[in-house]
């Protein structure tokens, strides 16, 4: 075995001991640390098997067991545990050296954090990693930015590893400079909320019309046969047939408390701060939100009235409903990073990033061809719904897609999701919304001014609205 490791990693967790052999399997020498000794120890007893892995104890041993440049990847948790490493790294790293966090890092850490290693003569990349425990051993998707020059040194390990789409193309390459790897991620993962919320609410739908788990099973793995087709319409086929050894699906017996990391909620704070629509990742953060209230909600329900839960059978119109809010979702998301890259002069090529997401990570789906290809025929696409395809999916969808939202509504089934993609695609394609009335507010209670139609945008006007009716009048 090679003496001489070409990555390091901290962080034998559960991503960092798989990353760790996905890159051993692909020929590269790994060496490897963990501040608790025995994982290291048990690690490299139990799965190393014979791999170029080289275990050390100390991140001096670590940094010195490296070639040069040295290169350093990071898996440890978000947040401070990462300056700490790094704070600890740097005196031991030479100038050109390659820090690399592969966590879920806040990519407002990762600027500050690039811009202090390149200050001392350091690389720093952030580098969003998809694809959970699976992905991480055999091909995650990946998404690196930060400093420009680290990305010539680590290119051609990091595609090895990465997965391949059917055609061969790594879904790994460079995003963008200091934390925009990150925020590609954070997006990814925002994103990936609104998914599991969409088919959430199909799953609800399809219960209330008193279809059994195994009838859904067939629903689900029949759509993934068509424009739905995803790992996570995949998994939750599966997931819909698995039972206790009585009988019972196990789905029915697991608390509906749903978890989350941070990463959603980041998104939709993002989204707030440049001033864009994400309001499906919004809902669906908020929809966890609510599941958690549980004692709350079991006491409401004996005291709130409403409608009985009960849906006719409609599977083709929740395809549809479900079909339609995704294309809304991913717009909404694609806005937010493209408004994102203007902010922080990212110059992100959305077209290459719906490609990195297209195998390896949790939104891996046929669905992300066809974003691509929208960028591709106008990289300046303001918008997917306004992409020829996307308006025409949406008008295909959208009877269906309403006549769900109607029946929810109307029968007291929530479907968050499924309604504020509706509602955010009207509002869309409406030439005028009543904001005009919120602006006349605005200006009568604190003289905030307002624009008018009849005038150039960029002129500002007030009116006296309490002065008498003769002395009533805009002022510019």
């Known amino acids: ?133 699976e992905g991480a051993r055999y091909g995650p998707s990946i998404m690196p930015g930060g400093t420009p020059s680290a990305w010539a040194h680590i290119r051609d390990m990091f595609q090895a590893i990465a997965a391949k789409t059917p055609d061969g193309t790594p879904c790994c390459d460079w995003v963008g400079p200091d934390g925009s790897g990150h925020y590609v991620k954070m997006v990814h993962n925002g994103i990936e909320y609104g998914d599991m919320q969409l088919i959430a609410e199909a799953y609800d739908l399809m219960k209330a019309s008193g279809m059994t788990p195994a009838e859904m099973a067939d629903v689900f793995e029949g759509w993934g046969r068509g424009v739905l087709d995803s790992y996570l319409i995949d998994i939750t086929a599966r997931i819909l047939t698995v039972t206790d050894p009585d009988g019972v699906p196990v789905l029915d017996r697991i608390l509906d408390a749903a978890g989350q990391k941070g990463t959603g909620k980041w998104t939709v704070i993002s989204s707030m701060e440049l001033g864009q629509p994400v309001t499906l990742v919004a809902e669906a953060v908020y929809a966890r939100i609510v599941s958690s209230l549980v004692d709350q909600r079991r006491y409401a329900a004996t005291k709130l009235p409403g409608p009985e839960r009960s849906l006719p059978k409609m599977t083709d119109d929740i395809h549809d409903a479900l079909y339609a809010s995704k294309i809304v979702s991913y717009a909404q998301g694609f806005m937010l990073m493209a408004a994102a890259s203007a902010e922080h002069d990212w110059d992100l090529d959305l077209g290459r990033i719906a490609e990195l997401w297209r195998a390896g990570c949790i939104i891996r789906a046929r669905f992300l061809d066809d974003i691509s290809a929208a960028y591709r025929r106008r990289p300046t696409l303001p918008n997917l719904m306004l992409d020829e395809f996307f308006a025409s999916a949406l008008s295909d969808a959208q009877s269906g897609w309403r006549r769900v939202v109607a029946e929810a509504v109307t029968r007291g089934l929530p479907v968050p999701a499924y309604a504020t993609a509706l509602t955010f695609y009207d509002s869309y394609r409406s030439e005028r919304l009543p904001a005009n009335l919120i602006q006349a507010q605005r200006d009568f209670f604190g003289a905030h001014t307002y624009e008018r139609i009849d005038r150039p945008r960029g002129e500002f006007f007030h009116t006296e609205w309490t002065a008498p009716e003769r002395e009533r009048h805009p002022r510019s």
């Open 1 to 133: 075995m090679d003496t001489r490791g070409d990555i390091g990693i901290v962080g034998l967790g559960v991503m960092g001991r798989n990353l760790a052999l996905n890159l051993a399997d692909h020929g590269y020498t790994v060496a490897v640390y963990n501040r608790t000794a025995a994982r290291t120890r048990d690690f490299v007893a139990d799965d190393v098997a014979g791999r170029p892995v080289i275990p050390t104890f100390e991140l001096e041993e670590l940094v010195a067991t490296l070639r040069a440049p040295r290169i350093v990847l990071l898996m440890v948790a978000a947040g401070p545990p990462v300056d700490r490493v790094v704070d600890a790294l740097t005196p031991l790293l030479d100038e050109g050296d390659i820090i690399i966090d592969g966590g879920n890092s806040l990519y407002t850490d990762t600027i500050r954090r690039v811009g202090e290693a390149e200050r001392r003569g350091l690389r720093y990349v952030g580098m969003g990693i998809s694809g959970g425990e």
